[in-house]
């Protein structure tokens, strides 16, 4: 590709390559938001996923056809990404079609077992969670979502305002 089939051919690709294609992503990160590599839906998380795979693949080229075509597709992925979100914010038929809900695991103190069966969450999962956003007493725990991305938020204190649980679906 650059020093036909020597050792400082190997080297060249490595680095010129992985350079010019995290360039690449940096340039087009810049041009479609802030948005792009965050992890706010799944759909977010595959984006993000398959982006470090396709900068691999770019890195890994063994000619400036691979190169392109890897780099064509992490542009054309955060592209499809930014399109996904704008229709998401404009129309709430789009929203409800490639968004799932979240999900209500505990609410004032209570495991609520049933959703935890139909997310398939193990309460050791959840109790390492809990353990983890440092709750010291169940009668703490205000709400415990799971979210859309497959986080877990943890809301505990002395109380909760509803605003935070719209949107959250309860599993009876």
Not at 22 to 28: G, K
Not at 92 to 107: D, G, K, S
Not at 112 to 127: F, G, H, I, K, P
Request: proline content about 1%; charged content about 20%.
């Amino acid at each position: 590709m650059f020093v036909e089939n020597t050792p400082l051919d190997i080297l060249l690709r490595a680095l010129l390559l992985s350079t010019f294609a995290v360039s690449w992503v940096i340039l087009v990160v810049r041009v479609i938001g802030l948005r792009a590599f965050s992890k706010m839906t799944a759909f977010d998380f595959v984006v993000t996923v398959a982006i470090g795979s396709l900068l691999a693949g770019a890195s890994q080229s063994t000619d400036w056809s691979g190169f392109a075509q890897a780099s064509l597709a992490s542009a054309a992925l955060l592209g499809v990404q930014y399109i996904v979100a704008r229709l998401r914010r404009a129309s709430e038929a789009f929203e409800n079609v490639v968004q799932n809900a979240p999900v209500l695991l505990m609410r004032d103190g209570e495991i609520l077992t049933s959703a935890l069966s139909a997310t398939r969450v193990a309460e050791d999962d959840l109790v390492a969670k809990l353990r983890e956003a440092n709750v010291l007493n169940l009668s703490e725990v205000r709400a415990v979502v799971l979210e859309t991305t497959g986080d877990i938020s943890v809301l505990h204190g002395d109380s909760l305002q509803e605003r935070l649980l719209e949107g959250v679906k309860r599993v009876d």
